[in-house]
């Protein structure tokens, strides 16, 4: 089971086996998502089973501790919860994943990538409990609308998804130090553009991620 992990060259690592220990890492926490994006290897049968990012269990959050016994926690810049699903599914393991490395270093960055829809996923305003604990969110924006958001992503929550999603966004920077929501290059000059009139519209800075 792969728990901690870095990306080289299009390639995943898992942590233990990299020669070189990098600066930024990821946690795996589950393969779970509300969403089934058109773009998403996860959704392919094969990616799934031959993946080294599928997890056949979800480890605990004993065994992600364990994982993290391992390491200093001065050579990482960023710990990353960014699984091959949707990280906030496990909300409250990534709390107490959190409590346990902010306590071992106060000041290790913290970050979540998300498809922004925990609140939907808990039913229950989250945002708050991230104070503290969680340095940046990291939301796909994905699109400029809730129609086009919705034939992309394919959430199981339909055409509401897209103005929850912004919603947690505004949430989340009251409650967090850096918020950011990122595109990838591919969607065209157009839709970057539309785009970042809405995450201006919400006082949220935009990133264009290169397409993998
Ligand atoms: S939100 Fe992320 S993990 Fe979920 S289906 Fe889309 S790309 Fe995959």
Known sequence: MVILYTYNNGNYINLKDAEIKPKNIYVNLTNKCPCACTFCLRNTKEMAETNSLWLKT????????????????????EIIFCGFGEPLTRLEAILEVAKYLKNRRKDIKLRVNTNGLADLIHKKETAPLLKGLIDTVSISLNASNAEEFLRLTR?????????????????????????????????????IDACKVVCDSIGIPLRVRAFE
Request: glycine share 4%; aromatic share 10%; proline share 2%.
């Open 58 to 77: 979800e480890p605990t959050v004993e065994e992600i501790i364990e994982e993290f016994e391992e390491y200093d926690l001065n050579q990482f810049n």
């Open 155 to 191: 959430n199981k929550f339909g055409i509401e998804a897209y103005d929850a999603m912004l919603k947690y966004a505004v949430s989340c920077k009251e409650c967090v130090s850096n918020v950011v929501m990122t595109v990838v290059d591919c969607i065209g000059q157009e839709e």
